[in-house]
């Protein structure tokens, strides 16, 4: 009863598509920024837009999925996303001009905010929710490993080609996508009344998580503009919340934060998120700056993080229906801070790289205990217009977690680094002496320690919230209706 039949294998694997591209070409282009600064000859600050387009494209797209499912179908939707980012990935390999290439990233961000939400819906949806588990261990898979990889694969492609394959790599692979969808994704069920996409709703919510996902994530803009886009940003986001608590048919169904089950697991997934992701800045800044080594030994050391996730992540699938989320989710935790507190202590300028690799698949194989997990028990009793709604959520929570945790992480290591160094930076131990380097090296590696410090109790936090659960989530649905719910596509 807990594996997947065929049909839902395989529409697990096209929707692993989707999720794939959405998250690679969210980081894969980090690694290219100084190649692409010499190529159209900008500064950094305007070449980070190439970036930032893309997430805030990405997520003003999000919150709208539910309502799209809902009036025109969702596999419908996904099949347009697809497509759409085949024909935005070919524009950003063309691109002749900055401007030009900013503009294709937006319109790459847009698809890649719709693929992430459907995606989840449409396989949930596929499925009962006792399968639910197995398949976000397939469709999920490329949400936590993408991250990682993304960088991975920017650097082989430049090594192997110019800055234009890290976007027309995508083109083949959503068009395949497209494929597939066609071929194993369940049809949209006949409807009736369309229903009617909640226009008001959307005008004060996309606003409002566009301009607080800017506030939090343009740090070259002035401080005063990001404050004001924050709480402006806030502000929408609230009268959208009230809005959407007495609305008959809201934006996003709001009201799923009220369920103990749902919202206790956005909870654990923001307080995870932000630290975790938000952490994997450091290695780079330790690697390559401190430790003077290329960043392919960066890519290396994060490749067991990658293997533990998705090793950890088969295994949760197959036993989280058996013995609870309390108990998988909780010790994916456990392993977590448990991982992260030993690199604090044996944490020095020169730490074997085996090590630090050992202890990458600690963490990681912890990330793939709780990531998905927490989704898919999250939302394991909501079906059709919930499901979309639910989906969408779980998304805006993971990906505005993401770029919060980022931000947060390293401003407080830079401060970090500047009050232990006396106003020193990264750059400093390089342009010192000997011993006065060795010296400044090693102060700064102990601000990123207290660095990690302070992301551990965040996720300590998160352990204290799941274990406070009850030992098994109440399931709404009983066996048969879940049956007859499975297949159907919100």
């Known amino acids: 009863m807990d594996k997947l039949t065929g049909p839902e294998l395989r529409a697990g694997i096209v929707l692993a598509f989707g999720g794939l591209m959405a998250v690679l070409d969210a980081t894969i282009v980090a690694v290219a920024l100084p190649q692409l600064m010499a190529a159209f000859g900008t500064s950094l600050t305007a070449a980070q837009w190439i970036i930032t387009a893309y997430a805030l494209a990405m997520v003003a797209t999000m919150p709208l999925a539910a309502g799209l499912a809902a009036r025109w179908g969702a596999r419908r939707m996904y099949l347009g996303a697809l497509i759409a980012f085949a024909v935005a990935s070919a524009a950003a390999g063309a691109a002749g001009g900055l401007g030009w290439l900013i503009a294709a990233r937006a319109a790459q ?63 083949p692979l959503a068009l395949l996508g497209s494929v597939g969808t066609l071929a194993w994704l369940p049809a949209d069920p006949a409807r009736g009344r369309r229903a009617r996409l909640d226009l008001a709703g959307a005008m004060l919510l996309v606003p409002g998580i566009v301009a607080v996902a800017y506030g939090v994530s343009a740090q070259d803009s002035p401080a005063v503009v990001r404050v004001v886009a924050v709480v402006c940003g806030a502000v929408s986001v609230a009268a959208f919340s009230a809005r959407a608590l007495t609305h008959p048919e809201p934006l996003l169904r709001i009201g799923l934060f009220r369920n103990a089950t749902f919202g206790r697991g956005a909870v654990v997934l923001a307080l995870y998120a932000a630290p975790y992701f938000g952490s994997v800045v450091l290695m780079p800044a330790y690697v390559q700056t401190l430790r003077l080594d290329s960043a392919s030994v960066t890519a290396a050391l994060m490749v067991p993080g990658a293997v533990g996730m998705g090793i950890s992540l088969q295994l949760a699938a197959r036993i989280l229906e058996r013995l609870g989320p309390r108990l998988v989710v909780g010790t994916g935790l456990g392993l977590a801070i448990a991982s992260g507190l030993v690199q604090v202590v044996i944490l020095r300028p020169d730490t074997p790289y085996l090590v630090l690799g050992l202890i990458g698949f600690a963490q990681g194989a912890g990330t793939g205990a709780i990531m998905m997990p927490t989704m898919s028990s999250s939302s394991r009793d909501l079906n059709g217009p ?24 390293s401003a407080l290591f830079t401060a970090l680094t500047a009050a232990m160094t006396g106003g020193g930076s990264l750059a400093a131990p390089a342009g010192l ?25 965040v996720m300590a936090l998160a352990l204290v919230v799941r274990l406070r659960s009850p030992r098994r989530a109440p399931v709404i649905l009983d066996r048969r209706d879940s049956s007859a719910n499975a297949g159907s596509v919100p």
Not at 109 to 118: C, D, R, S, V, W
Not at 158 to 166: E, N
């Open 433 to 457: 002496g000997a011993a006065a380097g060795a010296a400044q090296t090693a102060t700064i590696v102990d601000a990123l320690r207290l660095t990690q410090v302070a992301a551990l109790i």
């Open 109 to 171: 961000g847009l698809a890649g905010g719709l693929m992430t939400p459907l995606g989840m819906a449409i396989g949930f949806g596929a499925v009962v929710p006792e399968r639910r588990g197995r398949m976000m261990a397939v469709t999920g898979l490329p949400m936590l490993i993408g991250p990682i990889l993304g960088p991975v694969l920017g650097a082989s492609l430049l090594g192997a080609g110019s800055w234009r394959a890290l976007f027309l790599i995508t083109v």
């Open 386 to 409: 919930d499901l979309a709604s639910g989906s969408a959520l779980l998304s805006l929570v993971s990906t505005i977690a993401n770029g919060m945790g980022t931000v947060a992480v």
